[in-house]
């Protein structure tokens, strides 16, 4: 198998969802269906000089997914697409891998999220007063969108967990998208949310920092399992033992 070859989505995803408005609960008739999701590529690719994707992009429209160990690395930086990606309510395809992704969702979360879901909201805010100060009116769905970030990252700093849907939030913020909330109303909920998840912040039930070790161990036994797969199909070649008795010392 090439490290670009498009089977790497169809044959070795591990986790996949619906994200975007009909996660969030916003979808309305003319709503595109957004999918993520996370596949693991065979570890004997990694052992060619041209490594598989990061991410792939398609092969459907509006399909976009990640290979574990990037997936992995964003998560515990507190990515907030990646994070909320595995939480959506929308759930298509998982695997006995997934499924261990999945259960070990909370230790991706910690308090890092108060700064990167406050950096994202500041690009999309000056993004949006740049549209107000050159159109003299933001792009409404992207107002409408940002608020929704800002109730999350509040309620997860306040919580301890990251909720999607926005539930009895849903009629409000689809009044923001249709324009009919002004702009200065939209700023003041806006500052209002960001104060409140820095309020929040310092009395979060959230760790610090997230669980590196757990998931570095669950992402070292997937990629082990997947070595030892290779190693049942190519019994009899010593190369392939061999590589697979490395990694087996290595864990011990």
């Given at each position: 198998?090439?490290?670009?070859?498009?089977?790497?989505?169809?044959?070795?995803?591990?986790?996949?969802?619906?994200?975007?408005?009909?996660?969030?609960?916003?979808?309305?008739?003319?709503?595109d269906?957004?999918?993520?999701?996370?596949?693991?590529?065979?570890?004997?690719?990694?052992?060619?000089?041209?490594?598989?994707?990061?991410?792939?992009?398609g092969?459907?429209?509006?399909?976009?997914?990640?290979?574990l160990?990037?997936?992995?690395?964003?998560a515990?930086?507190?990515?907030?697409n990646?994070?909320?990606?595995?939480?959506?309510?929308?759930?298509?395809?998982?695997?006995?891998?997934?499924?261990?992704?999945?259960?070990?969702r909370?230790?991706?979360?910690?308090?890092?999220?108060?700064?990167?879901?406050?950096?994202?909201?500041?690009?999309?805010?000056?993004?949006?007063?740049?549209?107000?100060?050159?159109?003299?009116?933001?792009?409404?769905?992207?107002?409408?969108?940002?608020?929704?970030l800002?109730?999350?990252?509040?309620d997860?700093?306040?919580?301890?967990?990251?909720?999607?849907?926005?539930?009895?939030?849903?009629?409000?913020?689809?009044?923001?998208?249709?324009?009919?909330?002004?702009?200065?109303?939209?700023?003041?909920?806006?500052?209002?949310?960001?104060?409140?998840?820095?309020?929040?912040?310092?009395?979060?039930?959230?760790?610090?920092?997230?669980?590196?070790?757990?998931?570095?161990?669950?992402?070292?036994?997937?990629?082990?399992?997947?070595?030892?797969?290779?190693?049942d199909?190519?019994?009899?070649?010593?190369?392939?033992?061999?590589v697979?008795?490395?990694?087996d010392?290595?864990?011990?």
């Amino acid at each position: 198998m090439h490290p670009q070859d498009p089977t790497l989505v169809r044959d070795h995803t591990i986790y996949s969802c619906v994200m975007g408005s009909r996660a969030f609960g916003l979808a309305t008739d003319g709503s595109d269906t957004d999918r993520r999701g996370i596949f693991l590529a065979p570890t004997p690719l990694f052992w060619h000089f041209e490594k598989p994707p990061t991410h792939v992009d398609g092969p459907a429209d509006e399909q976009f997914s990640w290979e574990l160990e990037r997936f992995c690395e964003l998560a515990l930086r507190a990515n907030p697409n990646v994070l909320e990606c595995l939480h959506s309510p929308l759930v298509e395809h998982v695997t006995d891998t997934g499924r261990e992704l999945l259960a070990l969702r909370g230790a991706f979360l910690s308090r890092r999220a108060h700064d990167t879901f406050a950096r994202y909201a500041l690009g999309q805010r000056k993004k949006l007063d740049a549209d107000v100060r050159t159109h003299g009116a933001p792009r409404w769905k992207h107002a409408m969108h940002l608020l929704r970030l800002l109730m999350s990252c509040r309620d997860l700093l306040r919580t301890g967990e990251l909720t999607i849907d926005v539930g009895d939030e849903r009629e409000p913020l689809l009044a923001v998208k249709r324009g009919e909330v002004s702009w200065p109303e939209v700023e003041s909920r806006m500052n209002r949310l960001a104060a409140e998840a820095e309020e929040a912040a310092p009395h979060s039930p959230l760790p610090a920092e997230p669980d590196r070790e757990r998931i570095e161990e669950f992402l070292f036994r997937t990629r082990r399992a997947s070595a030892l797969r290779l190693l049942d199909a190519y019994a009899d070649d010593e190369v392939v033992q061999g590589v697979v008795r490395a990694v087996d010392a290595r864990q011990r």
